[in-house]
């Protein structure tokens, strides 16, 4: 279990904790800027399986002779 300083009350807490036991910070080890960052990465791989499926449907559509 590795430790890390809680970024609101500066005390140890587990780097996996959904909250901070001392003060209830939630993610208590995570920067804005690396919520922002995990964020950007969901939305990057949606609109990539959004664009798969739509190029996946173009190649089904040309198989079958309707394009």
Do not use: N
Not at 17 to 31: D, N, V
């Amino acid at each position: 279990m590795a430790l890390a300083k809680c970024l609101e009350c500066g005390k140890k807490v587990s780097r996996s904790a959904l909250a901070c036991p001392h003060c209830g910070k939630p993610e208590p080890t995570k920067t804005e800027f690396a919520k922002k960052k995990i964020q950007e990465k969901k939305d990057d791989s949606f609109y990539g399986a959004i664009w798969g499926a739509i190029i996946l449907g173009i190649i089904a559509l040309k198989s079958c002779d309707i394009i």
